[in-house]
């Protein structure tokens, strides 16, 4: 990680926000881990793509089609040069991480899980990561087992392999924590399970806008992702599968566009990724999360992450001082991967969004969809920080403005 002087953070800081419209210095944004702001150069792909060369991609035979086409097939490219795949078919567009999900559990878990099996999961999964396991083990069967970490999220080696049997067919894991920040150590586990007989599909919705992110490298079955968390469109989203994997799941959803020949009696499937891509595509999606990887690239993750843990850093070495205030997770800020997620005494998360809403201030309250980890944790709900990498130590003081003023309007 490269650190720089403030005149020169001052000044990345010019260039990076002038490329977000919405980022006007009205509000300060501190809800990415929900979903990020987009850069103008991801408005003016989408703008380009449907002024310039929108129609229904992979169908017709005329030049605006087989444009639409290139545009969908170099983002698919695009994709799978930033998590370093090793071919394109190993790319599938879905709606969001959560679809992505739900296709691995739907396709691979219904086609090989069976009675009795095993499949581990945390506690600390968003309900993306836990539902479609929890269903497939109601409906198969199979077991489904919780990984518990220690109190400030950790998941040591000892600890996975303790969860490790011969049953154990399919481990999912979050790569970073929606709610504690903590970083799993995907790489380790991934090459456990594959010891033990396990495919391991990880869920990169929270690690992917925030570090480089190489499957070759973590050698995991599945990854996850949104586009919308990582500056681009909502509506789009990336499963990556190793392909002999792919190629041996059923399809997901039926339709056009997926099948290779039909008749009234059955039909074969396209090839990869088609097979799971049915109907048509979010093209204009895709074109949009590639400008957004492109812009990502351009920073470059060694700057983005400085920039993060530098706030964090920032954020949470006030908050400690405020013994009223109680931060989930480590007390460490280089565990947190920009999520700093906490309570107040005697102040209800809900009651601390509004106010600070009321500082124009955003950030979440809530169970942030891990429901079984809130209750881990003794806690109903919490408030969430979470930072993007447009994200400014002014932002960070009006977070901390609004969160010293709490109190005394809650009446103190
Ligand atoms: N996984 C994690 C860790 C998340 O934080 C989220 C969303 O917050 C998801 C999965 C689901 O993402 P989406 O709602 O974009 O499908």
Excluded at 312 to 321: S, V, Y
Excluded at 352 to 364: E, G, L, M, N, P
Aim: net charge negative; aromatic share 8%.
């Amino acid at each position: 990680m490269t650190e720089i002087t403030r005149e020169e953070r001052q000044r990345e800081d010019q260039a990076i926000l002038q490329q977000f419209p919405i980022l006007d210095g009205s509000f300060t944004y501190l809800d990415n881990g929900a979903t990020t702001q987009k850069p103008q150069c991801v408005l003016d792909a989408m703008m380009h793509y449907y002024t310039k060369e929108n129609a229904n991609p992979m169908r017709g035979l005329y030049d605006l089609s087989i444009k639409a086409t290139e545009a969908y097939e170099d983002a698919r490219e695009t994709v799978r040069a930033f998590i370093n795949a090793r071919a394109h078919e190993e790319i599938v567009f879905t709606r969001n991480a959560t679809e992505s999900l739900n296709l691995v559990a739907y396709t691979y878990g219904r086609a090989f899980i069976k009675e009795g099996d095993e499949i581990v999961i945390t506690i600390m999964e968003h309900h993306s990561n836990m539902l479609p396991w929890q269903q497939l083990c109601k409906e198969k069967g199979a077991k489904l087992t919780y990984i518990l970490p220690e109190a400030d999220g950790t998941i040591t080696e000892e600890m996975f392999r303790s969860y490790m049997n011969p049953n154990v067919k399919l481990v999912a894991m979050t790569q970073v924590s929606n709610v504690l920040g903590v970083k799993n150590d995907i790489k380790t586990f991934a090459r456990i399970a594959h010891e033990n007989g396990a495919v391991f599909v990880c869920d990169g919705a929270q690690s992917v806008p925030h570090m480089k992110v190489d499957v070759q490298e973590l050698d995991c079955d599945f990854l996850s992702f949104s586009g919308h968390k990582i500056y681009g469109p909502m509506g789009i989203g990336v499963l990556y599968g190793k392909r002999d994997l792919l190629d041996k799941m059923p399809p997901f959803l039926f339709g056009g566009e997926m099948i290779e020949y039909v008749t009234t009696e059955g039909a074969t499937w396209n090839e990869l990724p088609h097979k799971f891509e049915a109907g048509t595509v979010n093209d204009g999606g895709a074109v949009g999360l590639a400008a957004a990887l492109r812009f990502v690239s351009s920073i470059g993750f060694d700057r983005i992450e400085e920039r993060e843990l530098h706030l964090t850093k920032m954020m949470m070495t006030e908050m400690q001082k405020l013994p009223y205030v109680h931060i989930l997770g480590s007390t460490d800020p280089e565990k947190h991967h920009g999520i700093v997620t906490f309570t107040v005494d005697g102040v209800h998360p809900h009651d601390i969004a509004a106010i600070f809403d009321s500082h124009k201030v955003d950030i979440r309250a809530g169970h942030h969809c891990a429901q079984p980890l809130m209750k881990f944790c003794h806690t109903p709900s919490t408030v969430r920080a979470s930072m993007g990498l447009y994200n400014t130590e002014e932002d960070v003081q009006h977070f901390l403005d609004a969160l010293k003023k709490l109190r005394e309007e809650m009446g103190y």
